[in-house]
């Protein structure tokens, strides 16, 4: 009878044909991200439209029809938000003879500031803004090019979503099928415990940030009444949401208010005045809102989110930043329920108050264990 001899491949070997694993998946991700970006916002919506569908199907209304009422909900809440944009915009324009007038005064003022305290004419700042214009214009095409692509896809993905959901949420019952089927060795009860479990991570993070938005919504707009600031409501709540944007978010949702403060106010402190009020704001939320409110409900780290942000646009951009900390929460889930993967699913998690404590110094534990034995020689 023969005998088969376990071939143990070297270390090099098994780290190479992971980091090849690895580039391959992020080519993957990234050639694939006009399917996969609508198909992951689907995901998620799904998610968190099951408890409603699932509540109205118990009522004895049929699936799909439950489901086009889940539908209705978010387009409605979509086309709201929409007509309170236009309906801003539509203010905007009724201004902006008057900003464009403020505006040039602005760079006559400026002008004379320059000639005034550096000896540069008009004539020469003028010849360099004329140049400076040109190189913008000739390398704006392309970019306004992309742009227009950009967005035609963002709207063509958008059109999608709505399919997917639906799918995601009809076919719900026959994609758990399919996971016992995959995972067929693993017991039932511990897949419907994972889907449950990942279920409400997605749930309270979408919830939990719909909170964070309308908290900082009502500071930034309070801030800007403040000040005196035109459209503080829309400025407030403009800022808040793209706050679902790391880091970058609130930096773009501040330049509008502040160039509002410059162009409607008669002193500079205006617009110092609003910068401080999203920093302080954006103080507040980083340190004491998201962290209680969002933070605690994902359960994972800073560290681990950080990462996941910085990964996530560099492979997906901005659609992959808002998506990195609700995968991987789902990731952390699903670590946690695998055997032999439990130890990534702490690594992502939050750390208890004792694992925090700083513990001795493996040197000073060593010189204590020494003293211990010498003292112990000498009796």
Not at 8 to 29: H, T
Request: proline letters at 4%.
């Amino acid at each position: 009878m023969e005998k088969y001899v376990k071939f143990e491949q070297p270390a090099y070997v098994k780290v190479a044909l992971i980091l090849i694993s690895l580039a391959l998946i992020v080519v993957g991700l990234t050639v694939a991200s006009g399917l996969l970006i609508p198909l992951s916002f689907s995901f998620l919506f799904a998610l968190l439209l099951h408890p409603i569908s699932a509540r109205l199907e118990s009522w004895k209304v049929p699936r799909i029809l439950a489901i086009f009422i889940c539908l209705i909900l978010i387009i409605l809440v979509l086309v709201g938000m929409m007509y309170f944009i236009v309906a801003q915009m539509m203010n905007f324009g009724q201004d902006l003879p008057e900003l464009q007038a403020r505006f040039v005064q602005l760079v006559d003022e400026f002008h004379t500031f320059i000639a005034t305290r550096f000896g540069v004419d008009k004539t020469h700042q003028l010849d360099w803004i004329r140049d400076q214009a040109r190189g913008a214009i000739a390398s704006s095409g392309a970019l306004l090019t992309g742009t227009l692509s950009a967005t035609t896809s963002t709207f063509a993905d958008l059109s999608l979503m709505p399919i997917f959901i639906f799918f995601f949420l009809y076919y719900r019952n026959f994609f758990i099928d399919f996971l016992q089927r995959l995972f067929k060795n693993t017991p039932n009860q511990n897949i419907s415990e994972v889907a449950l479990k990942i279920q409400e991570v997605v749930k309270n993070h979408i919830m939990g940030l719909f909170l964070v938005i309308v908290i900082l919504a009502a500071l930034n707009t309070v801030g800007l009444l403040l000040l005196g600031i035109k459209y503080a409501f829309f400025f407030g709540a403009l800022a808040a949401f793209l706050n679902i944007i790391p880091y970058l978010g609130i930096l773009i949702g501040s330049i509008l208010p502040i160039l509002m403060a410059l162009l409607t106010k008669d002193s500079i402190w205006y617009a110092v005045g609003v910068a401080a009020v999203f920093a302080f704001v954006q103080f507040l939320e980083g340190n004491f809102i998201t962290p209680n409110i969002v933070g605690s409900k994902v359960g994972v780290n800073p560290l681990a989110a950080i990462i996941a942000l910085i990964l996530g646009g560099m492979i997906w951009g901005i659609s992959g930043m808002i998506l990195s900390i609700p995968f991987t929460a789902i990731l952390k889930v699903i670590f946690d329920h695998v055997p032999g993967m439990e130890p990534f699913g702490f690594l992502l998690g939050e750390p208890t108050k004792e694992q925090l404590k700083p513990h001795k110094d493996i040197l000073d534990e060593v010189k204590e264990d020494a003293k211990e034995v010498a003292g112990s020689v000498a009796k």
